[in-house]
């Protein structure tokens, strides 16, 4: 008899089509050296799904793309990755936080986004999780960057200048791979973010294809 009643549940579906769209990714860093400048463009694919239960989303949230990454003065680079700190700042969902905030439901909001040429910063509380490598090598010497000091990792006068956000119909970006050869490996790591938080950090956060 449960499985009677259960199954109607489980066919229910949104009638609501998938949504796509892209946007370039864009962190700008002052140094004593002049503005170093590093971009990304990522592409967000939403699909309805079954929602069997109320407090599940029903949606199916899909990245394509990379981390971006920053090249500052002494072979040092800087990372915004593909997670936020805590809800905020994930690849799948920061388009809408800076472009639309507001929205009653994230349905209306990412309708929009496929228009290119929309542009914004980056609210605060919604930046991707920055994060550098004490050896670039190793996935395990990832480390946490604070937005708000980045001199603390990176040497005196360098700070946080913009993360700016704008739609486009360019194709993703995979430049990576050279610099980060263990991209696609098993492994898993806790950088602590800027808040306090310790985020789990795998090879999934810097590249999705």
Do not use: H
Not at 92 to 99: K, N, T
Not at 110 to 131: H, M, T
């Amino acid at each position: 008899m449960w499985f009677a009643k259960v199954m109607p549940l489980l066919l229910l579906v949104s009638c609501s089509a998938p949504v796509s769209y892209r946007y370039e990714l864009v962190v700008e860093v002052d140094t004593p050296q002049g503005p170093r400048t590093g971009s990304g463009v990522i592409e967000v694919t939403v699909r309805p799904e079954p929602k069997p239960l109320p407090d599940m989303t029903g949606r199916d949230v899909r990245i394509r793309g990379e981390a971006v990454a920053i090249d500052l003065p002494g072979g040092q680079t800087l990372f915004a990755t593909l997670n936020g700190e805590n809800s905020g700042g994930y690849a799948g969902s920061i388009a809408v936080q800076s472009l639309a905030p507001g929205r009653r439901t994230p349905e209306e909001a990412e309708a929009g986004l496929s228009v290119p040429g929309q542009e914004a910063p980056v609210p605060r509380q919604s930046y991707p999780l920055l994060v550098r490598f004490r050896d670039i090598r190793d996935p395990r010497t990832v480390e946490g960057v604070d937005p708000d000091n980045l001199s603390a990792a990176f040497g005196p006068a360098v700070r946080l200048k913009s993360i700016r956000i704008r739609t486009t119909r360019a194709e993703p970006t995979f430049v990576l791979q050279g610099r980060l050869p263990w991209l696609g490996s098993n492994f898993q790591a806790y950088p602590r973010a800027s808040n306090g938080v310790e985020i789990g950090t795998s090879s999934l956060s810097f590249q999705r294809r």
